[in-house]
């Protein structure tokens, strides 16, 4: 009964999108249906969707991470310092997920501890995060890894599937149970709804928010050292301008920009749209500001519908009574 | 028996002479799907580029339509990546590519080379050659290096100064290319009074460049000239030394659109610039493509082929590059108030 009524609500109204976009995909393009293309689909946004997850998590609880995608490019900066500087790749890597989890509990710190509105902590995280990635590669560009770690971003490991749509479908499964089967999940949503509320009934605020930015910081940075592994290279400019694409993915995926409702069977059905569209016009040859101009116009349609239907329901129901 | 070994040693010298001198002609009329892929939409010479490519693919009777591709300039590397994977799905048969993506690029094209695709750079090569059959260079990367020097002693005289050097983004290799040469020219006595004090990067978009021109000028008091090696950059910075009213204390110069540069030119903000024929460019690499496409050449050193009203080309080693084939194509155009509204009509 739950999953009915949720279909005839905004993850209802995704899939019809979704089932249209396909259909005409199918119908358009003989190459739509191949594996290599459903792989390359999912491959050539899979940070972003990565990341778009604990983005989810946050934006329920009534916040925003803006500098994820300077995080990504800090995390695959210091990763190739490191690597430049001798430091074993296994280090590296580890050096660079240390980097990121350092940032995000930097940004959890001002806002969980000092009380700081996120859209400005994370907006400083952003500029500044992306200045230390600068510094850290300069004006260069950095390859030259080792073939196993090329590979983890080139070529399928596991059947047709790249580690990082492994990684996906895995952190997919994780943040869904605790976001929909568990305690913390429970007050992810009620700190979302109501801080107050929250506060007063017992809830450990602070920690809570603190978590779920470290969260997000790794997740970036695991996103952007696998980015890393599908250019082959790191410069200065990985990832940068990334941040909207991922939180459109997740506003059209239903989830209150105010916090405290949305789900994730709506994000992932949003991630489905907004790649197959993509996929779509990309194999129709339809690209740069047209493809830009299609996604931009299917988010404000999602912001708008919801809104026109609350007044036009609203409304009626004024007549009513 | 004598004359079995007397016929195969005939032939071996045969094999070993050089190959016949003459170019190859292409046969015209086959279908190949092409795609030319510029750095990004809705910069002036990609659209040039995109003109000339036009007029070889009128002239080779291709059936099938060219496609021009390209993302937005603020989604360049990704972009391009989307496009090249998703033209080696479709199984097209030829990339023509001004990348900007550095090495970045490098897993994708090679994707697309080893599906048996024939990909060419133009503008902008691939720097680790991975993936590429070959590099369709504008003009030598040396000779741009020698005249941006030559245009800043002109400018500057022979009392010099101080310049900086506004560039595109941190990885494009054209670019890089042409500053690494200029300061190699630098180094002749007769530059000696000109000092490069630094190189920024406008990553090709107009409000960024007009900025750093803006912040050069503020961080470097005496500055008396900005040598922008691209067309984006020249006019950010000229546009913001007319708009700073510094016309008369700081020239700007560099690579430029006579069409775009024709004002700053006449009012004196850009005394000198140089830039070659992008619709040649475009031209040229439509015949190489088409060329290594339809088999009609190989991708190695010393292949000719007869590139229409251009003329014949041959491929060479890229001197430019550790490794990596390219074909020339020159010469340059220096444009000053002479010449460049006559260029810019």
């Given at each position: 009964?739950?999953?009915?009524?949720?279909?005839?609500?905004?993850?209802?109204?995704l899939?019809?999108?979704?089932?249209?976009?396909?259909?005409?995909?199918?119908?358009?393009?003989?190459?739509?249906?191949?594996?290599?293309?459903?792989?390359?689909?999912?491959?050539?946004?899979?940070?972003?969707?990565?990341?778009?997850?604990?983005?989810?998590?946050?934006?329920?609880?009534?916040?925003?991470?803006l500098?994820?995608?300077?995080?990504?490019?800090?995390?695959?900066?210091?990763?190739?310092?490191?690597?430049?500087h001798?430091?074993?790749?296994?280090?590296?890597?580890?050096?660079?997920?240390?980097?990121?989890g350092?940032?995000?509990?930097?940004?959890?710190?001002?806002?969980?501890?000092?009380?700081?509105?996120?859209?400005?902590?994370?907006?400083?995280?952003?500029?500044?995060?992306?200045?230390?990635?600068?510094?850290?590669?300069?004006?260069?560009?950095?390859?030259?890894?080792?073939?196993?770690?090329?590979?983890?971003?080139?070529?399928?490991?596991?059947?047709?599937?790249?580690?990082?749509i492994?990684?996906?479908?895995?952190l997919?499964?994780?943040?869904a149970v605790?976001?929909?089967?568990?305690?913390?999940?429970?007050?992810?949503?009620?700190?979302?709804?109501?801080?107050?509320?929250?506060?007063?009934?017992?809830?450990?605020?602070?920690?809570?928010?603190l978590?779920?930015?470290?969260?997000?910081g790794?997740?970036?940075?695991?996103?952007?050292?696998?980015?890393?592994?599908?250019?082959?290279?790191?410069?200065?400019?990985?990832a940068?301008?990334?941040?909207?694409?991922?939180?459109?993915i997740?506003?059209?995926?239903?989830?209150?920009?105010?916090?405290?409702?949305?789900?994730?069977?709506?994000?992932?059905?949003?991630?489905?749209?907004?790649?197959?569209?993509?996929?779509?016009?990309?194999l129709?040859?339809?690209?740069?500001?047209?493809?830009?101009?299609?996604?931009g116009?299917?988010?404000?349609?999602?912001?708008?519908?919801?809104?026109?239907?609350?007044?036009?329901?609203?409304?009626?129901?004024?007549?009513?009574? | 028996?004598?004359?079995?070994?007397?016929?195969?040693?005939?032939?071996?010298?045969l094999?070993?002479?050089?190959?016949?001198?003459s170019a190859?002609?292409?046969?015209?009329?086959?279908?190949?799907?092409?795609v030319?892929?510029?750095?990004?939409?809705?910069?002036?010479v990609?659209?040039?580029?995109?003109?000339?490519?036009?007029?070889?693919?009128?002239?080779?009777?291709?059936?099938?339509k060219?496609q021009?591709?390209?993302?937005?300039?603020?989604?360049?590397?990704?972009g391009?990546?989307?496009?090249?994977t998703?033209?080696?799905?479709?199984?097209?048969?030829?990339?023509?590519?001004?990348?900007?993506?550095g090495?970045?690029?490098?897993?994708?094209?090679?994707?697309?080379?080893?599906?048996?695709?024939?990909?060419?750079?133009?503008?902008?090569?691939?720097?680790?050659?991975?993936g590429?059959?070959?590099?369709?260079?504008?003009?030598?990367?040396?000779?741009?290096?020698?005249?941006?020097?030559?245009?800043?002693?002109k400018?500057?005289?022979?009392?010099?100064?101080k310049?900086?050097?506004?560039s595109?983004?941190p990885?494009?290799?054209?670019?890089?290319?042409?500053?690494?040469a200029?300061?190699?020219?630098?180094?002749?006595?007769?530059?000696?009074k000109?000092?490069?004090?630094?190189?920024?990067?406008?990553?090709?978009?107009?409000?960024?460049?007009y900025?750093?021109?803006?912040?050069?000028?503020?961080?470097?008091?005496d500055?008396?000239?900005?040598?922008?090696?691209?067309?984006?950059?020249?006019?950010?910075?000229?546009?913001?030394?007319?708009?700073?009213?510094?016309?008369?204390?700081?020239?700007?110069?560099?690579?430029?659109?006579?069409?775009?540069?024709?004002?700053?030119?006449?009012?004196?903000?850009?005394?000198?610039?140089?830039?070659?024929?992008?619709?040649?460019?475009?031209?040229?690499s439509?015949?190489?493509?088409?060329?290594?496409a339809?088999?009609?050449?190989?991708?190695?050193?010393g292949?000719?082929?007869?590139?229409?009203?251009?003329?014949?080309?041959t491929?060479?080693k890229?001197?430019?590059?550790?490794?990596?084939?390219?074909?020339?194509?020159?010469?340059?155009?220096?444009?000053?108030?002479?010449?460049?509204?006559?260029?810019?009509?």
């Amino acid at each position: 009964m739950r999953l009915l009524a949720r279909l005839r609500g905004w993850e209802g109204l995704l899939l019809v999108l979704l089932v249209a976009i396909v259909a005409m995909n199918v119908t358009r393009s003989p190459y739509y249906l191949g594996v290599e293309n459903i792989v390359n689909l999912f491959q050539l946004e899979i940070e972003k969707i990565i990341v778009a997850l604990t983005m989810t998590l946050l934006i329920i609880n009534g916040e925003i991470d803006l500098s994820v995608a300077s995080i990504m490019g800090l995390a695959a900066c210091v990763m190739a310092w490191l690597f430049r500087h001798g430091a074993p790749m296994p280090w590296a890597l580890l050096g660079g997920l240390a980097a990121g989890g350092a940032a995000g509990a930097f940004n959890g710190f001002w806002v969980a501890y000092v009380g700081l509105p996120s859209l400005a902590v994370t907006l400083a995280g952003l500029i500044g995060y992306r200045g230390v990635a600068r510094i850290l590669v300069e004006d260069r560009s950095y390859g030259g890894y080792p073939a196993w770690f090329d590979a983890i971003g080139q070529q399928p490991q596991l059947g047709p599937v790249t580690v990082s749509i492994a990684v996906f479908a895995v952190l997919f499964a994780i943040v869904a149970v605790i976001l929909h089967d568990s305690g913390f999940g429970r007050i992810v949503y009620v700190m979302g709804n109501n801080l107050q509320a929250a506060r007063y009934s017992g809830v450990r605020i602070k920690p809570a928010k603190l978590s779920l930015f470290v969260a997000s910081g790794l997740n970036a940075a695991l996103a952007g050292l696998l980015y890393a592994a599908r250019l082959g290279s790191v410069r200065g400019d990985l990832a940068q301008g990334f941040e909207l694409d991922i939180i459109t993915i997740v506003l059209l995926g239903g989830v209150s920009i105010f916090g405290g409702s949305g789900n994730l069977v709506g994000v992932g059905l949003s991630i489905l749209v907004i790649l197959n569209l993509r996929n779509g016009m990309g194999l129709a040859d339809i690209t740069g500001n047209t493809q830009t101009s299609v996604i931009g116009a299917l988010l404000i349609l999602s912001v708008l519908i919801p809104n026109i239907a609350q007044t036009v329901r609203s409304n009626w129901k004024g007549r009513e009574t | 028996m004598r004359n079995v070994a007397l016929t195969g040693a005939v032939l071996a010298a045969l094999a070993l002479m050089p190959q016949a001198a003459s170019a190859q002609e292409i046969k015209p009329g086959q279908a190949e799907n092409m795609v030319l892929l510029p750095k990004f939409l809705g910069i002036a010479v990609f659209d040039q580029a995109h003109k000339g490519a036009e007029e070889a693919a009128a002239e080779l009777k291709n059936p099938t339509k060219l496609q021009f591709l390209g993302p937005t300039p603020e989604n360049s590397v990704a972009g391009q990546i989307e496009i090249v994977t998703n033209a080696t799905t479709q199984g097209v048969n030829a990339i023509m590519i001004s990348n900007n993506a550095g090495d970045q690029i490098g897993p994708a094209v090679k994707a697309a080379h080893d599906k048996g695709i024939t990909v060419v750079s133009w503008d902008s090569p691939i720097p680790s050659s991975e993936g590429e059959d070959v590099f369709v260079a504008q003009v030598d990367f040396k000779e741009t290096g020698k005249v941006m020097a030559d245009m800043a002693l002109k400018i500057l005289g022979d009392a010099g100064g101080k310049f900086a050097v506004l560039s595109a983004s941190p990885d494009a290799a054209n670019q890089n290319a042409w500053i690494a040469a200029m300061k190699d020219a630098l180094k002749d006595a007769k530059y000696s009074k000109l000092d490069l004090v630094e190189t920024v990067y406008g990553n090709d978009q107009s409000e960024l460049s007009y900025n750093q021109a803006v912040a050069l000028v503020d961080k470097h008091p005496d500055l008396k000239l900005i040598m922008a090696p691209t067309t984006v950059g020249i006019a950010a910075a000229a546009k913001a030394m007319q708009d700073e009213k510094l016309c008369d204390k700081v020239k700007v110069s560099g690579l430029g659109l006579p069409a775009e540069m024709v004002a700053y030119t006449m009012n004196g903000c850009a005394p000198a610039f140089a830039l070659w024929s992008f619709v040649d460019l475009g031209y040229l690499s439509y015949y190489t493509a088409y060329a290594l496409a339809t088999h009609a050449i190989k991708p190695e050193e010393g292949a000719k082929f007869h590139a229409g009203r251009m003329g014949d080309y041959t491929i060479t080693k890229d001197p430019t590059r550790a490794k990596g084939l390219r074909i020339l194509m020159g010469p340059f155009s220096v444009y000053d108030k002479s010449n460049v509204e006559a260029a810019a009509k």
